[in-house]
């Protein structure tokens, strides 16, 4: 588990109490599951703790973590831009949870780069970038919402962590490992999960409550990606799916709906890389999984001006779909060799 030192827990705590300070939380933008989990379980942590607290995401969540304690009480900068800023120069201290670059926020990006706040994050992503004042990060754990957990007990708060604060911590780690499939190969993680069921979480119904909460337009999507929209180079060992605006369109696209998509292709025995292409205003956005010792991050970084995990990434094009295919498929095909491999217990 992270240690901080005893000199920056005191300071920390110092700055956590009294109602001479104002905490501001915020995640990246296109909010996922442990990006909303973390930020509400600190916020519903922090509340228990008679902190004066508020959270801004830049925009929208799916609306399948609508359900979750505390949800509406959420600020969305891109619809309530004003009532953001006023929270972002009130703040004292922020916590950035999930991210570890200011450029993954979007618009907010330069209000929170400005902030004179006490600015602490809180993440597993590789790489942080500069801006910060508190880096309580590490790759090597399941995902922010464990950190959340682990940052609560290191603050001796245990007793605050109460049922609100257990299921959003929960979701975020069952979200961002695909419910335990991935990314989860620590022991303690279990540990973890194990005390959350503990506190009230029940996790048959969260589970439907996230994954069996589509609508009828998202589910014809998905059928219509795998499909029309797939493309399998077996050469490769990769998969494509490729969604353009129209296609999007054409099944009422919401936010969230393609979550989880890219993970499909990944079942197929052979496919040891599977990649999600969907179609944006000016630019088209990439998300990169593999299975086994494959790092699909060096490859969102070196070629695609992204980032992330290991079995886990994201970038971006500014050319045409067909164009962005034509050099997906050239940028693999550099890593032929690397890409043939089968995985054996």
């Known amino acids: 588990m ?3 030192s005893t000199e920056l827990l005191s300071d920390i705590k110092k700055r956590l109490t009294g109602n001479n300070h104002h905490v501001l939380l915020t995640s990246h933008a ?10 509400l379980g600190m916020f ?6 008679g902190v004066t607290v508020s959270a801004v995401l830049p925009n929208q969540f799916p609306d399948f973590y609508g359900w979750m304690p505390g949800a509406e009480q959420v600020v969305i900068f891109e619809k309530e831009a004003k009532t953001a800023k006023r929270l972002i120069e009130e703040a004292t201290v922020i916590f950035s949870l999930d991210y570890n670059d200011f450029s993954r926020v979007g618009t907010m990006s330069d209000f929170l780069k400005n902030s004179q706040a006490y600015k602490i994050m809180i993440d597993h992503h590789p790489d942080p970038k500069e801006g910060f004042d508190v880096y309580y990060n590490t790759t090597e754990t399941s995902s922010t919402g464990e950190l959340v957990y682990d940052f609560i007990g290191q603050m001796g708060d245990k007793e605050r962590l109460d049922s ?5 911590l929960y ?16 022991p303690k993680t279990y540990r973890v999960t194990a005390e959350l069921i503990e506190k009230g979480v029940d996790a048959s119904k969260v589970h439907k409550l996230v994954y069996d909460n589509y609508s009828e337009s998202r589910l014809r999507l998905m059928g219509f990606a795998l499909s029309e929209r797939m493309l399998v180079w077996n050469d490769l060992h990769v998969a494509v799916i490729y969604l353009t605006k129209e296609d999007l369109k054409r099944f009422n696209y919401k936010v969230g709906d393609t979550e989880g998509l890219v993970n499909y292709p990944l079942s197929i025995s052979t496919v040891n890389v599977s990649v999600l292409i969907t179609e ?7 998300s990169f999984r593999s299975k086994g ?3 699909v991050n060096e490859v969102a970084a070196k070629h695609f001006e ?3 995990h290991k079995n886990a990434a994201g970038g971006y094009s500014y050319v045409s779909m067909e164009d962005t295919l034509k050099r997906l498929k050239d940028v693999l095909s550099l890593y032929k060799e690397k890409l043939d491999y089968k995985i054996t217990y």
Do not use: Q, W
Not at 171 to 183: K, L, P, R
């Open 171 to 186: 979701v975020a780690i069952m979200t961002d490992t695909g419910s335990f499939s991935f990314s989860c190969n620590y």
């Open 280 to 286: 944006k205003d000016r630019k088209i956005r990439l």
């Open 293 to 295: 010792e494959f790092a």
């Open 306 to 308: 992204g980032g992330g």
């Open 44 to 49: 519903h942590y922090l509340k228990n703790k």
């Open 2 to 4: 992270l240690m901080l």
């Open 164 to 168: 609100n604060v257990a299921v959003a």
């Open 30 to 39: 296109n909010p996922d599951g442990d990006a909303v989990g973390s930020l």
